[in-house]
């Protein structure tokens, strides 16, 4: 089974209908589009992603799939969630994507980084309400991946959460899903 599908089976049981939840990088919208779904026209997305071209293809797939309406799409940073959501739903969140790398079919060198996306994380669970969900998909393959992985491996060895692990392959740049449940 594909990580993505495996992150998306992890969280379905922290998502109920009119959950509030977070897309950290929209990219292309597979995930997106797969929250927006299962919250249904009661809950709400928060996606973000700092690439115009990401949010405008997450855009059109919501469109063209008559998602839209519970989404609301964000252009920052990751790292700066606090900034863009409403501080009513802090601690309220049942589930967070973070699927980290480039966007595919797009800007190779636009992609995320080691310390942004560690801030990211760690902002992430403060705003998560507990026993909801967590999915990191991290890739090695492409540059400055490895140094990134190994930033995100630091930092869920040294924090106290309830964290599995699961790899697409056994080669050592294949991805790693992280999936982590609040305390
Ligand atoms: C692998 S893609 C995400 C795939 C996406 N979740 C999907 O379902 O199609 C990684 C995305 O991270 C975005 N990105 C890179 N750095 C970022 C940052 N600091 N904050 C938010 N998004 C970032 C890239 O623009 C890219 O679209």
């Known amino acids: 089974m594909r990580l993505v599908q495996k992150a998306h089976d ?3 049981c922290s998502i109920t ?11 292309n919208g597979i995930d997106t589009l797969y929250l ?3 919250v249904k ?12 071209e990401a949010i ?8 063209e799939s ?3 309406e519970n989404v609301e799409l964000i252009k920052a940073c990751h790292s700066q969630i606090d900034k863009h959501l409403p501080l009513e739903i802090k601690g309220l969140i ?7 790398g480039y966007l595919p079919n797009g800007d190779h060198s636009v992609i995320t980084t080691a310390s942004t996306t560690i801030t990211a994380i760690e902002i992430a669970y403060e705003w998560m309400q507990v026993g909801a969900k967590m999915t990191i998909i991290v890739y090695r393959g492409h540059y400055g991946g490895d140094k990134e992985a190994m930033a995100v491996k630091n930092l869920l060895t040294i924090k106290e959460w309830q964290v599995t692990k699961c790899t697409g392959h056994e080669k050592p740049d294949s ?3 992280y999936m982590v449940t609040k305390r």
């Not at 209908?17 to 990219?27: A, E, N, Q, R």
């Not at 405008?56 to 469109?63: A, G, V």
């Open 56 to 63: 405008l293809r997450t855009r059109k797939m919501l469109e």
């Open 10 to 12: 992890f969280i379905s």
């Open 66 to 68: 008559k998602s839209s």
């Open 41 to 52: 026209k009661s809950g709400k997305v928060f996606a973000f992603d700092k690439q115009d």
């Open 175 to 177: 991805p790693i899903l």
């Open 17 to 27: 209908k009119g959950s509030t939840v977070i897309d950290m990088t929209c990219g």
């Open 94 to 100: 049942g589930a967070i994507t973070i699927n980290l």
């Open 36 to 38: 927006s779904n299962s």
